[in-house]
């Protein structure tokens, strides 16, 4: 199994006088679930974004699919604790952001898209039962479909890393676990590396493995330590 | 009860900041005015007397054809100063208004700061403030000098007086946007222009779109003045009623011209509540079907 990412004496936070953590060492294979925990503010969201190459590292080595540069155009599908979609457009729309990632920008910008992409985001759509919805606007979806529709854009994309920030937060338990569920199905299906987020203790258990970002005596910063299952 | 200082202070410190305020403007006033009270005592007598004696009744001449050339038109008020007027200045703050929104779209996006970089977005926020710092008839007596006189003067004045304007409108309306649906199309390697495109513009359609009918009825309230420079429009007629002191006309096209605004008024908040995001009850309307936007 080869890495996905991996990071070494890595120090994150928005300026060098505010790290928020160090992380010494971190690999994380091909394939495999991993649950990020810890308090809020503590650095769980800046780690996902270093790793989406949004945010800088303040030091450090972090590799991402062996490389420093920036990931192939859709490897990385990135699910922000908010969604991140656009609420006056359709769920087709949204789905549609993530497919062009697999056609040209010329075909992207112009609107010409391939045959293939546009059935993938029919498929992607069907597949999370959302095809009733597909010309509704995202303002008036309830949070569980809304977050299927963010997993549906993501299925569309076809990345090889996916990194989820909270996005089960605000929903209630029965409908989170039948999200999660779909997410992990689909994600062990297609050997997708996910990172997630979580709130939720049981949940992020159910991971392969679960990191935990936790504040040392004496340090403003956290370190990640593996929870023992 | 005891009488406690500091909570009186804390919750009087809003009438105090209003007392301080009308307390220094009246200083200002007063000091402005510099003992000269006589003019201002003055002044009302002077407006009756000019009201009465020259606005008033209004000359409605101005609607009807004028002499030369010789009206061809069906009705006579299609040959009127009036009418030929407003429609110019309709005509002027309808073009200049659409061009100034294609070339200020693109200025905006560069000059926003969530999307690129300070050492882009700086220079192009100086040059939309530049645009904005000169007011529309100061570009129009420029473009008289360098075009001539005539309404394509006019349409340059307002355009890059829109620009401007409707640039920094457009660039705080961006940098208003949610980062989430920006850092997810930028994970997922979307190109700047893609993200402009997919994310960005859908996103702010609404208030793009409500701030595009607001510069039109701005346009066409400014539009009447940049006339007075030569640049076209309602105004000529309005500054050459004022030049040979016909100020009963002047009064005339002023109410043509306030009607106007006002119908353009009332059609543009009607149209622009469609595409404001806070309202919690519409209408199923007309411009949601034809744009179809919900």
């Known amino acids: ?26 690999q994380i294979n091909e394939g495999e679930i991993i649950s990020i ?14 790793i989406a190459y949004l945010v800088k ?12 540069s920036y990931p192939q155009r859709g490897s990385v599908g990135y699910i922000p604790q908010k969604l991140g979609l656009i609420n006056h457009e359709t769920v087709y729309f949204n789905v549609l952001e993530g497919a062009v990632c697999n056609e040209s920008v010329f075909r992207s910008i112009t609107g010409f898209h391939e045959e293939k992409v546009v059935d993938t985001v029919k498929d992607s759509i069907t597949l999370m039962d959302l095809s009733h919805k597909i010309d509704e606007p995202i303002k008036y979806l309830s949070g569980g479909q809304q977050r299927r529709v963010a997993i549906a854009r993501t299925m569309a994309q076809g990345p090889k890393l996916i990194l989820a920030d909270e996005f089960l937060s605000e929903l209630d338990d029965k409908t989170a676990n039948s999200v999660w569920n779909i997410m992990q199905e689909y994600v062990k299906q297609n050997n997708i590396t996910l990172i997630i987020v979580e709130h ?30 | 009860m005891n009488f406690d200082k500091e909570i009186f202070l804390k919750r009087k410190k809003y009438p105090i900041f209003l007392f301080l305020i009308i307390l220094t403007t009246g200083f200002v006033f007063v000091d402005l005015v510099d003992g000269d009270w006589k003019s201002l005592e003055n002044s009302l007598d002077n407006l009756s007397v000019f009201f009465y004696e020259s606005l008033w009744p209004p000359n409605w001449k101005v609607l009807e054809a004028r002499s030369y050339p010789v009206c061809d038109r069906n009705w006579d008020i299609l040959c009127s100063p009036a009418y030929i007027g407003i429609i110019e200045t309709l005509k002027i703050a309808f073009v200049s208004t659409g061009l100034g929104f294609i070339l200020s779209l693109p200025l905006a996006t560069l000059a926003s700061r969530n999307l690129n970089r300070d050492s882009i977005a700086i220079p192009f926020r100086l040059l939309l403030s530049v645009m904005r710092t000169l007011p529309s008839l100061i570009w129009a007596i420029f473009f008289v000098i360098l075009i001539g006189l005539g309404p394509i003067s006019g349409v340059m004045a307002m355009t890059f007086y829109t620009i401007g304007y409707l640039g920094k409108l457009q660039y705080e309306t961006i940098e208003g946007l949610s980062k989430d649906p920006l850092d997810a199309a930028k994970a997922m390697g979307l190109t700047n222009f893609e993200i402009i495109m ?22 066409v309230r400014h539009g009447s003045v940049i006339g007075i420079v030569g640049a076209g429009g309602i ?60």
Request: positive net charge.
């Open chain 1, 1 to 26: 199994m080869s890495d996905i990412v991996s990071a070494v004496d890595l120090k994150i936070g928005y300026s060098p006088s505010t790290v928020l953590a160090n992380i010494d060492n971190l």
């Open chain 1, 37 to 50: 925990i810890g308090e809020s503010g503590i650095g769980k969201t800046t780690l996902l974004k270093n």
């Open chain 1, 57 to 68: 590292p303040i030091s450090g080595k972090l590799l991402v699919f062996n490389s420093t």
């Open chain 1, 200 to 229: 939720n203790i049981q949940r992020a258990l159910l991971a392969d493995r679960c990191l935990k970002l936790e504040k040392v005596t004496d340090s403003s910063s956290s370190i990640l330590v593996e929870v023992d299952k």
């Open chain 2, 198 to 219: 997919r994310v960005v513009i859908p996103e702010s359609a609404n208030n793009l779109i409500s701030q595009l009918l607001f510069m039109f009825e701005y346009n």
């Open chain 2, 235 to 294: 105004g000529y007629y309005i500054s050459t009623y004022l030049k040979f002191l016909q100020y009963d006309k002047v009064m005339a096209l002023l109410i043509v011209l306030f009607l106007v605004v006002v119908i353009i008024d009332f059609l543009s908040i009607k149209a622009r509540s469609y595409f404001v995001d806070d309202v919690s009850f519409k209408y199923p309307s007309f411009f949601q079907r034809i744009l179809r936007r919900k």
